[in-house]
């Protein structure tokens, strides 16, 4: 059993930057990979990033490759991800999940409650 805490969501100017966290409680963190999921108003979940248990493979959508970096730290039970050049189409509230590597929610088994991210004009 694993629980995720996002935080570090809130109200950013488009070009700036948040940084999200998502700790995990539980001593098998490092054993799952880890993804991070957006859903805007109205919109479905989507994919965005994921990493895998050792850190050592990430992928992004393509609407966020350059821009959203990925990572974990096993020590501290945390992913992590850095949004960059942020832009009004990156407004949604952000969740993480942990479960099998890949893109699609059913990969997932655990997940987050959320943090919102805004980013404004």
């Known amino acids: 059993q694993v629980q995720l805490v996002e935080s570090g969501g809130g109200l950013v100017q488009a070009g700036g930057s948040l940084r999200l966290s998502c700790a995990a409680s539980?001593?098998?963190?490092?054993?799952?990979?880890m993804g991070w999921f957006r859903q805007a108003p109205g919109k479905e979940r989507e994919f965005v990033a994921a990493?895998?248990?050792?850190?050592?493979?990430?992928s992004y959508v393509d609407s966020v490759k350059g821009r959203f970096t990925i990572s974990r730290d096993n020590a501290k039970n945390t992913v992590y991800l850095q949004m960059n050049s942020l832009k009004l189409e990156d407004t949604a509230v952000y969740y993480c999940?942990?479960?099998?590597?890949?893109?699609?929610?059913?990969?997932?088994?655990?997940w987050g409650q959320g943090t919102q991210v805004t980013v404004s004009s």
């Open positions: 539980g001593r098998t963190f490092s054993t799952y990979h």
């Open positions: 999940a942990a479960g099998r590597y890949g893109s699609m929610r059913y990969q997932y088994d655990y």
């Open positions: 990493i895998t248990w050792s850190g050592g493979s990430t």
